[in-house]
Structures are given as structure tokens and as C-alpha cells.
């Protein structure tokens, strides 16, 4: 069946919600560079985990929030951004109109690390206004240890992890060509820098480089897509007891 919000007629979803599917997927990212990988990184990857998941777990997707918090990288051609107030009224209102929709569960999947503080805030009043249970998912957090079991190291941003999932969406939405091992700065505690000097961030040093591994990008999607599959299917099997 047709998973895809804005595909439907109103119709349709008067007919499916809730008596039929109560959960809807909300992804959000950001526009931001990303090394040798698009722009939209931070957006295709939640939307990716969206559609494996949707049949899964029986829920719809809704369309993605595709602007967030930029901040360290802003200032490289093509990164954008909103003020975290614009990007908490605006993520609230929609989280608004899906329970007056009739959804009685959110799987908010986030693509940026930007947006973590703000979601977690308005997940938190969201469920003590509406009682919609909602989870947010920060797909790299959740997935750290299958980094280190698919590459052996670390991960970063736009580093290996990232451009791994963006080869395995789609192999032209990364540019090998354009890759110098100079864009990656290593993170450092006690150091704040905008714009940060380099569009891939270590978080340790000497992992995390992209490799541009077809295979190891594919087993990679694989494993992230079973760990997240496995946490929302935990959360909303235990949520039925509540």
C-alpha cells in the first residue's frame, strides 16, 4: 500500500486513521556540507530509514522537514539554516497537526546533530500536552556501535558512516572526485570555530575517513536499517503496556 502522506487523498487517510495505522514517521535534517556527499545528507538518510521502516512497523511518512539548525558549517556554499526558535514553532505545529490527524504515535527521525536540542524539548512537551507518544531517533547516536562493527573505527560527520549510507541510497549523490583528505578537521573539547575549517568532522583522530566502499557502504545501510528496525519495534511493543 501507498506509505507516502502527501500521495494519499484525505479520503484515504480518513478511511486509515487511527482504526487502521496510528504511527507516522517525521524526518528532519538540514541542509549542510558534507564533504565529497550532497548537500541533503542529513535529510536523505532519515528518509531512507523512513521508507524501510514504514512497512515494518505499519505507519505512514510524513513529508520531511528538510531546513534545521546549521551552525558550525554554515558559511559553506549551499548550507542553510533557521533560528532554533523558527525550527521549534514550526516542528511543533506540525507535530500538532498529526495528532489532530488522528496519528497516536511519532517516529521522529533525525539527520543532524544541529537539531538534538530543540527536538528532545519539544518531544517532551508534545507528549505531556497531547499524550502522542513520540520518539526521536538520531540515527548516527543509535547506530555508533555498528560503525565500529561494519569499518573497525570511528565515525564522523560526513566521514565514513555518513558517505556510506549516502553511496548506498544512491552512488551519484557522492563525488569521490571532489574528496581531499584536507577537508576533515578533527573535533577538539574546549574549542568552538565558525566556520568549522572542514567540511568532514573526526571525532577521533585519524578515523572516520571516508573510503567510498560500495560493499562496506551497503553492509553498513544494511546493519543501521536492522538496529533502528529493532529499537522502534522494541519501543512500540512496549509502549502497548502503557
Not at 117 to 127: G, H, I, M, R
Request: charged share 25%; hydrophobic share 40%.
Amino acid at each position: 500500500m501507498q506509505r507516502e502522506l502527501q500521495r494519499l487523498t484525505w479520503v484515504q487517510v480518513q478511511k486509515l486513521v487511527p482504526y487502521r495505522i496510528d504511527t507516522i514517521i517525521l524526518p528532519v535534517g538540514t541542509l549542510e556540507a558534507h564533504g565529497a556527499a550532497a548537500l541533503g545528507t542529513d535529510n536523505f538518510i532519515p528518509e531512507s530509514i523512513a521508507d524501510h521502516l514504514a512497512e515494518k512497523i505499519n505507519a505512514l511518512i510524513a513529508p520531511a522537514v528538510n531546513y534545521g539548525i546549521t551552525r558550525s558549517l554554515y558559511g559553506y556554499p549551499g548550507s542553510l539554516t533557521v533560528t532554533p526558535d523558527s525550527f521549534e514553532s514550526y516542528i511543533r505545529d506540525i507535530l500538532d497537526s498529526l495528532a489532530d490527524t488522528g496519528f497516536e504515535k511519532v517516529i521522529l527521525l533525525n539527520g543532524h546533530g544541529g537539531n538534538n536540542e530543540v527536538l528532545k524539548s519539544v518531544a517532551q512537551t508534545y507528549f505531556y500536552d497531547t499524550q502522542v507518544k513520540i520518539a526521536v531517533i538520531h540515527w548516527w547516536q543509535l547506530c555508533d556501535d555498528v560503525v565500529k562493527e561494519v569499518f573497525g573505527q570511528d565515525g564522523g560527520h560526513a566521514g565514513i558512516d555518513e558517505t556510506a549510507m549516502m553511496m548506498a541510497i544512491d552512488e551519484s549523490l557522492v563525488d569521490p572526485s571532489v574528496y581531499d583528505k584536507d577537508m576533515a578537521y578533527t573535533y577538539e573539547p574546549g574549542v568552538d570555530v565558525y566556520p568549522i575549517p572542514g567540511s568532514i568532522i573526526l571525532y577521533t583522530r585519524g578515523e572516520g575517513y571516508p573510503d567510498f566502499d560500495i560493499k562496506k557502504a551497503r553492509e553498513f545501510q544494511k546493519a543501521v536499517f536492522a538496529k533502528v528496525e529493532e529499537y522502534v519495534l522494541n519501543t512500540l511493543r512496549q509502549w502497548e503496556k502503557i
